[in-house]
C-alpha cells in the first residue's frame, strides 16, 4: 500500500521559531509537492520539486524553502515563524506522467503563537 | 492561470439519492483530472484519475467525465450513504508539474 508520511500530526510553534516539517514517501515518485490548506482559501501550492535537488516555487513561496537531499524525502522550512503561517500543511507525491494518482500525507497542522 | 469552480459549495442528500458535483475550469489544456476525498482534519486520498484523452473513469459507485471543450467535470455518487460524507475536491493538472484545486463541495448524506 502507497504510503506517504509526514512528521507530524499537530505542531504549535512560536514566532519567530524556524520549522522543520518533514516528509516521506514509499513509493519512488520524483514528484513532491509542499501545499498549504486554509478556510475560504482552498489548497495552495508552495513549492514543488521533480527530482533530488531539484525545486521550484509554487503560487505562496514568500517565507518558506525547502530541501530535497535525497529522492523519498521532501522537507519545507519556515525560516521565521509568523502567525500568518498558521495552517494545514500537506505534503503529496506523484510520478510526472498523466497517469499517475497524486498521494497526499495526513497533513500537519502548525499553530504559530 | 487555471481558475477551477466547484458548485455546489455544500450539498445534503439523504442517504440512497444519486448525486452530481460539478467542477469546471478556464483553461481545457490540461493535462489530467482528479477527484479527491477529504475527511475532517485528514488529507486528499485520490478517488478518481482522468486523462486528458479520456471521457470518463469509473470506480465503484463512482463515475467521473470529462468535457475539455466546455471546460467540465462531474462526480457522479450513486446510491449515497452516510460514510460518503466529505469534502470532495477537485483538481486540474497541467503539464508542468502543475495542479490547481477547486475549493470543495461539502457533502451530507443523511441517514
Known amino acids: 500500500d502507497v504510503k506517504v508520511t509526514q512528521s507530524s500530526r499537530y505542531l504549535v510553534k512560536r514566532t519567530g521559531e524556524k520549522v522543520f516539517l518533514e516528509c516521506v514517501q514509499d513509493m519512488d515518485h520524483e514528484n513532491m509537492f509542499w501545499y498549504r490548506q486554509d478556510p475560504g482559501l482552498g489548497l495552495r501550492l508552495i513549492y514543488f520539486?521533480?527530482?533530488?535537488?531539484?525545486?521550484e516555487k509554487g503560487d505562496i513561496p514568500e517565507g518558506y524553502s525547502v530541501s530535497r537531499e535525497k529522492k523519498e524525502r521532501f522537507s519545507l522550512i519556515l525560516e521565521s515563524a509568523s502567525t500568518n503561517q498558521t495552517s494545514m500543511y500537506l505534503c503529496?507525491?506523484?510520478?510526472?506522467?498523466?497517469?499517475?494518482?497524486?498521494?497526499f500525507g495526513p497533513g500537519t497542522r502548525l499553530t504559530v503563537t | 492561470k487555471q481558475e477551477v469552480t466547484q458548485i455546489p459549495a455544500a450539498l445534503s442528500v439523504p442517504e440512497g439519492e444519486n448525486l452530481v458535483l460539478n467542477c469546471s475550469f478556464t483553461d481545457s489544456a490540461i493535462y489530467n483530472l482528479q477527484w479527491f476525498r477529504q475527511d475532517p482534519g485528514k488529507g486528499l486520498t485520490s478517488l478518481l484519475l482522468i486523462q486528458s484523452s479520456q471521457r470518463e473513469q469509473t470506480s465503484g459507485r463512482l463515475n467521473a467525465s470529462l468535457d475539455k471543450s466546455s471546460g467540465r467535470s462531474t462526480l457522479y455518487i450513486a446510491a449515497s450513504q452516510p460514510g460518503d460524507s466529505a469534502t470532495y475536491l477537485c483538481a486540474v493538472g497541467g503539464g508542468n508539474n502543475d495542479m490547481r484545486f477547486g475549493a470543495g463541495t461539502r457533502l451530507t448524506v443523511k441517514p
Open positions: 520539486s521533480y527530482d533530488v535537488k531539484m525545486k
Open positions: 503529496a507525491s506523484s510520478q510526472p506522467q498523466p497517469g499517475w494518482r497524486t498521494y
